[in-house]
């Protein structure tokens, strides 16, 4: 699988476990980028020549191709963003003064991206709602029964990831979703570290929202989606203003384009849609089943190897998603992640954009491995071997 992925070839002595940070891209994707420039560079909905007529077509069709990937019911509820976070963002700035007013419940768990969590803090601020912060697990995974009784007849916005950045936790989403929708609320889904490691259905989990990156999906970095129930997108009012995304424009007042369009102001990422189309051939031609396998394999390699090292505590659970984050006691992450690095290791060492999270645990920080298709059991053991001789160079200096 690694021969896919051009940088391996360029490093060959790196061991990469940092793609819940951002994915390696296979040459399918490059190709597409490289593609679109040389041949079909033009902006999409503006040019009436041939060449921007088809361009359009095809950067449209993606959108088709984007709802067939997450089972959407339509093209028209996906939305093309910079980022998980761009989605996120725009969904409480949108969407959330339309249904949360002051005495309301915004509920997210402690283990949640920052990108999932200030978003909704803020929202709350602005207006008089209640921000509910649902206790983790010891492991530092979202509990879902405390998120499940913390919702009342208050609650109106729910937002959790579908798996946890820092432990990998999947989360049961549709139970949850049901619940909320019974109290009248809705529930929003970080997605960026689902998508590359299992099938992805909304419908079936019950999403009002749901967001995405293309980069941790094997594709260009700049390029993100957000999926909307198609009646909540067309209350919504864009919050960013300028072309394409209107209707007809007066001196007192404009109209705004029919959703998705009045979301996408202005020149959109064209070049990574195209890339991104290419990520999604690529995921096709994965069996989703043998990647869960193998993530699972490797996970199940790493947590014994690490546990078996004395002074490591290792966070999560056996079931996460592609990710183990640990720490090694009496060393700092930071340090950790060094030694790691002058061994041609990488792995993010850090508080992972969750510092709610890591004041539960009680730590600054963790080092974070975590997988893609491309990793291997020899990666795992490489990794392994790296942590023990990180404890064997400190000890010296106790």
């Not at 997108?233 to 209107?246: S, W």
């Amino acid at each position: 699988m690694a021969n896919e992925f051009p940088f391996f070839a360029a490093h060959p002595e790196l061991t990469y476990l940092d793609s819940a940070a951002t994915a390696q891209k296979p040459q399918a994707v490059i190709d597409a980028l490289v593609h679109y420039y040389v041949n079909d560079n033009a902006n999409v909905h503006r040019g009436l020549y041939t060449l921007a007529y088809n361009t359009t077509e095809a950067y449209e069709a993606v959108r088709g191709q984007v709802a067939q990937f997450i089972n959407a019911k339509t093209p028209s509820q996906i939305v093309f963003t910079r980022s998980t976070t761009d989605g996120l963002n725009l969904v409480a700035a949108s969407f959330g003064p339309l249904v949360v007013h002051a005495g309301d419940e915004i509920l997210v768990s402690g283990a949640e991206h920052h990108s999932n969590f200030i978003p909704w803090q803020q929202l709350a601020k602005r207006t008089g709602a209640k921000f509910v912060v649902a206790p983790v697990t010891k492991a530092g995974n979202t509990d879902p029964a405390a998120v499940a009784q913390l919702i009342t007849k208050r609650t109106k916005i729910v937002a959790l990831a579908q798996v946890t950045n820092v432990a990998g936790g999947v989360v049961p989403l549709a139970p949850l979703a049901d619940q909320v929708h019974a109290v009248g609320g809705y529930l929003v889904v970080d997605g960026a570290q689902a998508v590359a490691h299992m099938k992805v259905d909304v419908q079936a989990l019950g999403a009002d929202f749901y967001a995405f990156s293309g980069h941790k999906l094997y594709g260009p970095t700049g390029i993100g989606v957000l999926y909307g129930r198609q009646a909540l997108l067309a209350e919504m009012p864009p919050v960013q203003f300028g072309g394409e995304m209107i209707d007809e424009v007066l001196d007192a007042q404009s109209t705004w384009a029919p959703v998705p369009l009045k979301f996408e102001a202005g020149t959109p990422n064209i070049a990574g849609v195209f890339g991104l189309r290419a990520a999604l051939a690529f995921m096709a031609g994965l069996d989703m089943k043998a990647v869960a396998a193998q993530d699972h394999a490797l996970v199940l390699r790493l947590r014994a190897g690490l546990l078996a090292i004395p002074g490591v505590t290792v966070y999560g659970d056996a079931h996460s998603a592609g990710i183990v984050s640990f720490n090694l006691q009496g060393v700092h992450p930071h340090d950790v992640a060094t030694v790691l690095d002058e061994a041609h290791i990488a792995v993010r060492a850090g508080h992972h954009c969750a510092q709610p999270l890591m004041a539960r645990l009680g730590v600054p920080a963790t080092v974070r491995a975590s997988f893609g298709v491309y990793n291997t059991a020899a990666d795992v053991d490489k990794l392994v071997a790296g942590v023990a001789e990180a404890r064997r160079l400190f000890h010296e200096f106790d």
